[in-house]
């Protein structure tokens, strides 16, 4: 996922990095993507949208099979 993410304070943008991951919670989706690293939870653009909230999550180790 490669949309970025406006910053109306600045009028920047955030390019949105892969992995996008998805889980079926109840009726609906949680959706995670990962922000880059120099930005923090109290530097994020606040959501327009009481549906949508940032957390942090601490660091874990993925296995990644490649292929084509």
């Given at each position: 996922?490669?949309?970025?993410?406006?910053?109306?304070?600045?009028?920047?943008?955030?390019?949105?990095?892969?992995p996008?991951?998805?889980?079926?919670?109840?009726?609906?989706?949680?959706?995670?993507?990962?922000?880059?690293?120099?930005?923090?939870l109290?530097?994020l653009?606040?959501?327009?949208?009481?549906n949508?909230?940032?957390?942090?999550?601490p660091?874990?180790?993925y296995?990644?099979?490649?292929?084509?």
């Amino acid at each position: 996922m490669t949309a970025p993410v406006a910053l109306s304070k600045s009028n920047t943008s955030i390019a949105m990095t892969a992995p996008v991951a998805a889980q079926q919670v109840g009726d609906t989706y949680r959706i995670s993507f990962m922000m880059p690293s120099k930005y923090t939870l109290s530097t994020l653009p606040n959501p327009n949208n009481t549906n949508i909230s940032f957390v942090e999550i601490p660091p874990k180790k993925y296995y990644v099979w490649r292929f084509s």
